[in-house]
């Protein structure tokens, strides 16, 4: 007779899997099944999480160390990030990003436009092509996200 709590399955049916950073199982074919087990209550609780003072980053110049095309949600973007504009004692680098939407037009090409926010960008840097951007010297600036969180970008 069943107790009415689940075991977790620890057999695995496909030779190619392997274990990913969040603990799931990566498939074959990308796909990512979560194994669970079940919690007692009061197990856990709510705990302080440490906090970083990102505006004590604020004015200090960097270059841009890598850009990136990415794909979300809903089409593609670039991430471009700074290189690190601290290193914290665990071995953590901190890093200033700015992400650009890129737009698809009619052919299905992926791009951006003159007075897109990239477009705008590119020109106020004086390059034409976002892999251009590479060693360009900017400066760190914060943004305040949905979640009310600070964020380091650049200018």
């Known amino acids: 007779m069943k107790s009415g709590k689940t075991e977790p399955s620890h057999h695995i049916h496909n030779h190619k899997c392997q274990e990913n ?6 498939m074959a074919d990308n796909e990512t ?5 079940e919690i007692e209550e009061g197990e856990f609780g709510q705990i ?3 906090q970083l003072d990102v505006t004590q980053y604020i004015g200090t110049k960097v270059k841009i160390a890598s850009v990136e095309k990415r794909k979300g949600q809903y089409g593609f973007f670039l991430r471009i990030a700074s290189e690190p504009v601290a290193k914290l004692d665990n071995g953590t680098e901190i ?3 700015k992400i650009f939407g890129l737009q698809q037009d009619e ?6 436009g003159d007075e ?3 477009g705008t960008f590119l020109k106020k840097k004086g390059v034409k092509d976002p892999a251009q951007l590479k060693d360009i010297e900017v ?6 996200g949905d979640n009310g969180r600070d964020y380091l970008t650049f200018n």
């Open 21 to 26: 950073i969040l603990g799931g199982i990566k």
């Open 33 to 37: 099944k979560q194994e669970g087990i």
């Open 48 to 50: 302080e999480l440490p």
């Open 95 to 97: 890093r200033a990003t």
């Open 107 to 112: 052919s299905g090409t992926w791009g951006f």
């Open 116 to 118: 897109t926010k990239l």
């Open 139 to 144: 400066v760190v600036q914060t943004v305040t």
